[in-house]
């Protein structure tokens, strides 16, 4: 009884000094939550066609309170990491130092060596994952690259990560944090000094199987049921920090001040059944995702109500990615076998990374070899779906050049619409990770009672990298809080503009 009550003290005590932390960010803020949905897949056309054929949906509802960046475009390449490190730190790959969810960098050690050998891939996916039973949602550190300038110790995800994230700035500014994601390897979101997220749940999703020959029985992703119910469970854990608990529901804790989560049904359905036509008429199947995902906001936004935190609270509806191609006309895949190839007919031995879907990542032993690699790459332009090489002056206008940072790819290869590099094989219909319109053209909508500018379309670029920014100043933080955006000039969103409060 004795050890019950010392925890049970131990356990409020927790709670106060959390609530007396978040109780500590700005009290004159616009919004006392910021609650960030990123909805893997959903382009800005995805969510104008939703809309105007549901004008009753919760979409709908959010866009009459909200407004709507219907030309917003994420970071390239298109992938995971760089797509939601946009979002939570206002960088792009050339700030975040992140490219991929596996990429190569020339300054690491691979894993479980001495570290005398430089040069490591760093897969930041599932691959990663501890096998143990009672351990799959957690790292095994024996498959993470180590590190020789830090006692060859292994580098976690956090650790990789070169400037700061929107998780970090809140919690330093006394208010408290949560994020759920698909893989253990999204502890990534702790940011540089691993702490943070108040509250974080990362239930694995497996490999990506959508419409692999060789996918498993029971595998997440090679069904579009089996994912939409992974996406229920992560948004019952979102509830219940809506309803002042943890997210597994067994403590209380407070409503996150910053808070969000992954959805996986929209980008599993196009990957599945793809779109009718190029106008981006969607197929019954990622009709039935658009209209999971919905009803799902539909619960978050009930939950808000409920505890009356709405009018609190801006909603943040985005994308890591889209995935392409929309025109299912344009689908051409490519086996990335064919890409090694000539990589290796032009410099033997030289390869030491490839990363592909719908643009390729190379990374070189020796960057002597950079200038024949591209060339045979361009040689080869029409076979292998190349539009662009970007190699040498030309890839260091974009991102930091290769012979000084020790990340940068040394080759990146832009794609033709609706190229893929998969086995011929596999029935995929859509892929990200490139630089094309279908990759980088999200939705991005600002929903909140108290925007000024309801129910508004803008028109004009934005990019995701504003998201973090804006987030901040929503909770009354200066936006120079973060490293990414004082390196980038990153500016807020346009137009977003507070009420007075009643």
């Not at 351990?135 to 498959?143: F, G, H, S, Y």
Request: overall charge neutral; hydrophobic content about 40%; proline content about 7%.
């Amino acid at each position: 009884m004795k050890k019950r009550f010392s925890a049970a003290i131990a356990g409020l005590g927790m709670c106060v000094a959390a609530l007396a932390g978040a109780a500590s960010l700005p009290a004159n803020a616009p919004a006392r939550h910021v609650l960030l949905i990123s909805v893997d897949g959903l382009h800005g056309s995805d969510l104008a066609y939703f809309i105007e054929a549901h004008p009753h949906s919760t979409l709908a509802a959010l866009a009459r309170h909200g407004i709507d960046y219907g030309n917003a475009r994420t970071v390239g390449p298109a992938d995971s990491f760089p797509g939601l490190l946009a979002l939570i730190t206002g960088g792009t790959p050339a700030a975040t130092g992140v490219y991929y969810d596996v990429t190569y960098d020339r300054s690491l050690s691979p894993a479980g060596s001495d570290c005398r050998g430089r040069g490591a891939a760093v897969p930041y996916n599932e691959a990663i994952d501890a096998t143990a039973a009672g351990k799959r949602d957690t790292i095994d550190p024996a498959k993470l690259p180590r590190d020789p300038r830090d006692g060859c110790r292994p580098v976690y995800p956090h650790a990789y990560l070169r400037v700061n994230t929107v998780f970090e700035a809140v919690r330093a500014a006394g208010g408290y944090t949560a994020w759920t994601d698909k893989h253990p390897a999204y502890e990534l979101v702790q940011g540089p000094s691993g702490h943070g997220v108040d509250d974080l749940f990362l239930p694995e999703i497996g490999a990506n199987y959508e419409a692999r020959q060789a996918a498993p029985v029971n595998g997440i992703t090679a069904s579009l049921a089996r994912t939409e119910a992974y996406d229920d469970m992560k948004a019952h854990a979102l509830v219940n920090e809506i309803d002042g608990l943890t997210h597994d529901g067994r403590r209380r804790a407070p409503v996150p001040n910053l808070f969000g989560l992954n959805l996986q049904a929209i980008n599993v359905a196009q990957k599945l059944y793809g779109y009718r036509d190029a106008d981006g008429a969607p197929t019954p199947g990622l009709t039935q995702a658009l209209e999971h995902t919905d009803r799902i906001l539909g619960r978050f936004v009930e939950a808000l109500r409920r505890q009356g935190l709405r009018d609190d609270t801006l909603i943040v509806v985005t994308a890591k990615h889209g995935n392409g191609p929309i025109d299912p006309a344009r689908l051409h895949k490519v086996d990335r076998n064919e890409l090694a190839r000539v990589i290796d007919a032009a410099a033997p031995g030289a390869l030491a990374q490839l990363t592909v879907d719908s643009g390729a990542l190379i990374w070189l032993r020796a960057p002597s070899a950079t200038a024949q690699v591209a060339a045979a790459l361009r040689a080869h332009a029409a076979p292998l779906g190349i539009a662009d090489v970007l190699s040498g002056e030309r890839l260091a206008r974009r991102f930091p050049s290769p012979q000084q940072d020790s990340r940068t790819p040394d080759i990146i290869v832009m794609t033709k619409a609706g190229v893929i590099y998969t086995k011929p094989a596999d029935g995929k219909r859509m892929e990200h990770g490139g630089f094309g319109n279908d990759d980088r053209h999200v939705a991005l909508l600002l929903s909140s009672p108290r925007l000024a500018h309801a129910g508004r379309l803008v028109t004009y670029p934005v990019s995701t990298t504003q998201v973090a920014p804006t987030m901040l100043a929503a909770l009354g933080l200066h936006p120079t809080a973060l490293k990414a955006v004082v390196l980038e000039n990153t500016p807020t969103l346009p137009q977003v503009d507070w009420l007075k409060p009643r």
